[in-house]
């Protein structure tokens, strides 16, 4: 068992939990070793602490033993992240752990869903004075029931002396997270725009080749950490 503080700073940890939190975490700790696997949870966690305690430079990260800032190995995290594989059991395991607890802190209200991201792409084009705006939506949402679903949704809008309006109604789907929606969470936002004549187009719909985790699904479990936090 880990039962002391330098033996969880050896375990890659930075804080040090304590009651019934410290026996899960010791329990998975040892079901992980004994597997031969790591902790996907537990690095989700340090990956807030370590932008936190880099003061959001992802070229630095905290070491667990040292407690020091060092540079990242981006080749050899990069390689990492290739090799591993969506845990989708602990991914949803965990979605529906932290959906029951937000449903738990408002006790008597109607629970609500949560957006753990939004994605956007705009297209505008422009002639003889009237406006023509195409815009797309997209919502990572947790349901109350601990589903991860995503809402896509498109409209567009005519501006024209000032005043605009909807020709038509707009359309909205609803899906389940699929592995591309998930990894979505591993990188930053590419933010795009480009104007070419009287057409225009801003969008952060798509990932950058930025990396901001060691594993791929960490992005979305510190999400998921993040809103429980926050909440």
Request: with cysteine.
């Amino acid at each position: 068992m880990l039962t002391t503080r330098r033996e969880f700073t050896a375990a890659g940890l930075t804080q040090y939990p304590a009651g019934p939190e410290l026996e899960q975490l010791q329990d998975r700790l040892v079901r992980d070793k004994e597997a031969g696997t790591g902790n996907n949870l537990t690095r989700a966690a340090n990956e807030d602490q370590n932008a936190n305690a880099r003061g959001n430079d992802p070229d630095l990260v905290l070491d667990g033993v040292a407690n020091e800032l060092q540079p990242v190995d981006w080749a050899a995290r990069r390689r990492e992240y290739e090799d591993s594989t969506i845990d989708w059991i602990r991914l949803r395991n965990y979605a529906r752990r932290v959906a029951a607890e937000l449903s738990a802190r408002t006790e008597g209200e109607v629970p609500a869903p949560h957006v753990l991201s939004s994605r956007y792409w705009t297209q505008k084009r422009t002639g003889r004075g009237i406006e023509f705006i195409d815009e797309a939506r997209y919502l990572y949402i947790l349901d109350p029931d601990g589903e991860l679903t995503v809402e896509y949704s498109s409209w567009e809008e005519i501006c024209e002396r000032g005043t605009s309006y909807r020709p038509a109604a707009g359309n909205v789907r609803r899906g389940s997270f699929g592995d591309s929606d998930v990894m979505l969470f591993d990188f930053a936002p590419h933010y795009y725009q480009r104007r070419d004549g009287d057409l225009f187009v801003s969008t952060n719909r798509d990932p950058s080749k930025k990396l901001l985790v060691h594993a791929k699904g960490v992005g979305l479990l510190n999400a998921l950490n993040q809103l429980i936090q926050s909440t």
